[in-house]
């Protein structure tokens, strides 16, 4: 008896592309043949509606695949589906602004919205002792007065600020004391740019950065720092204890300084000077870019470039 032939599975090759990778290296076409089915034929309205149906994780994962897909998955329109379908109490009126959702129990219901209506999106917020600090992505700091109220079983809960007020302008960053307790939280630290006048007799003028202070109970400004026009800093954070309070600064150039002062004489009307060091990390590791830092009480954490390194904080300017 003769063999039984057995058919050869032939491999299909699967051509796959993407708006800013192009065509396939010879990849053309056989004539005859049409072009294979790419999703970005689709309307952006058509692939946004079923993108938005994904979990947040893989709506994340699959922006990292290409570029044609990160514009997609960072568009508006998906997150504002995701919003509505994550929270289906939550008006289209209300989709801009702030929210508390309690973690754990039974209630699920959304509280009512404290940001103001008048933001440039919400970058950054700290609650303190009874107010809300919020920072937006133009660099204006607002204070909302009032906005954190003590519920009857004891819990604290956000409720429509009776009214806001910009704090200031011109803000890259801000940081209160690091420690949990809301009690602790006394002062808000502003790390700002100011415009300062040049040489005597001249119109010009340079932007320099500078450190404020202000009260959180009030907002009263009851200190400033300014510092020389070639030092500019992108991040502020706080560590230590109150009449050892040590200001972090990361310089757009990756590298950290750090200064101290003491808090119980900043509501004094006088005038000294602080001493900026170089941070220790940035003495030991030059080579090391320093992208982000979180700090509590005593310790740092720096976010680098290649790895993530912790440093416990020493009470000196140069620790």
């Not at 808000?188 to 001249?202: F, S």
Request: aromatic share 10%; proline share 5%; with cysteine.
């Amino acid at each position: 008896m003769g063999e039984k032939a057995v058919p050869t599975l032939r491999r299909r090759r699967v051509k796959r592309s993407c708006p800013s990778c192009g065509p396939e290296p010879g990849g053309q076409e056989k004539k005859g043949r049409g072009n294979p089915i790419s999703v970005q034929l689709f309307p952006p309205e058509l692939v946004e509606h079923i993108i938005s149906f994904l979990p947040v994780r893989d709506v994340i994962a699959l922006g990292q695949t290409c570029h044609y897909f990160h514009e997609v998955c960072d568009a508006e329109g998906v997150w504002r589906r995701i919003c509505r379908r994550l929270s289906p109490r939550l008006r289209e009126q209300d989709t801009k602004g702030l929210y508390f959702q309690a973690f754990g129990g039974r209630r699920r219901c959304l509280s009512k919205s404290v940001a103001p209506l008048l933001a440039h999106g919400y970058r950054r917020f700290l609650p303190t002792k009874d107010h809300v600090f919020i920072l937006d992505y133009v660099g204006t700091l607002f204070f909302l007065k009032n906005a954190l109220v003590s519920s009857t079983l004891g819990q604290i809960q956000w409720k429509r600020a009776c009214r806001y007020v910009v704090l200031c302008r011109g803000a890259k960053d801000f940081a209160s004391d690091p420690r949990c307790d809301t009690v602790y939280r006394k002062y808000l630290y502003v790390l700002a740019t100011r415009e300062q006048p040049g040489v005597v007799g001249t119109t010009s003028s340079r932007a320099c950065d500078c450190v404020e202070v202000y009260l959180q109970s009030s907002g009263q400004r009851v200190f400033k720092m300014t510092f020389h026009h070639s030092m500019s800093f992108k991040q502020i954070v706080l560590v230590g204890q109150e009449t050892q309070r040590a200001l972090l600064l990361l310089t757009e150039e990756g590298k950290i300084y750090s200064l101290v002062v003491n808090e119980t004489q900043l509501d004094q009307p006088r005038s000294y000077t602080v001493q900026l060091a170089l941070r220790k990390v940035s003495r030991c590791l030059p080579h090391l870019r320093v992208t982000c830092m979180a700090s509590n009480q005593s310790s740092t954490l720096y976010i680098t470039d290649l790895i993530l390194c912790s440093w416990l904080q020493s009470p000196w300017p140069g620790g």
